[in-house]
């Protein structure tokens, strides 16, 4: 199965967060805080995961949409640790920038698959595409990254 940005950058990011997880409870102190972005940053790639061998295109959308809301759970997460200091200035924008890139491209596949599954007869580019008897799903509108699911 090829592979595809978006699985990649979900999985780095889960493991950034991991890192950052561990680097908090080993060197500074315990909260409930990093149970929850430890969570929900993780559960963004599965999720990701899980969609990329969807069974259906309205299976694929919904794994994706329950990415996209781990995303933004985890951006909440991520805030409260920066306002409560338990992440440096630095810590926060580089994995705030992640994110960031994590949740757009989330949001622009949604919106595509989303906008294609409400009106299949429609002119524009349709993010999904038939090829024998799987199902190609591409992640951007240049058309430069895609996921294969059977």
Do not use: C, M
């Given at each position: 199965m090829k592979e595809n940005f978006l699985v990649d950058l979900s999985k780095q990011f889960a493991v950034d967060i991991v890192n950052l997880c561990t680097d908090i409870k080993e060197n500074r102190k315990s909260n409930v805080l990093l149970n929850q972005i430890l969570r929900s940053?993780?559960?963004i790639g599965a999720n990701v995961s899980e969609a990329e061998r969807g069974q259906s295109k309205a299976d694929?959308?919904?794994?994706m949409t329950i990415?996209?809301?781990?995303?933004?759970?985890?951006?909440?997460?991520?805030?409260l640790l920066k306002a409560?200091?338990?992440i440096t200035e630095q810590e926060y924008g580089s994995l705030n920038?992640?994110?960031d890139e994590v949740i757009q491209d989330m949001?622009?596949?949604?919106?595509?698959?989303?906008?294609?599954?409400?009106?299949?007869?429609?002119?524009?580019?349709?993010?999904?595409?038939?090829?024998?008897?799987?199902?190609?799903l591409t992640f951007s509108t240049?058309?430069?990254?895609?996921?294969?699911?059977?």
């Open positions: 940053g993780t559960s694929f959308y919904a794994k990415a996209l809301k781990e995303a933004n759970e985890t951006n909440y997460w991520l805030r409560n200091d338990y920038k992640d994110l949001k622009d596949t949604v919106v595509n698959v989303g906008d294609y599954l409400k009106d299949k007869s429609s002119k524009k580019f349709h993010p999904l595409l038939w090829e024998g008897s799987q199902l190609i240049d058309k430069t990254s895609a996921v294969i699911a059977n």
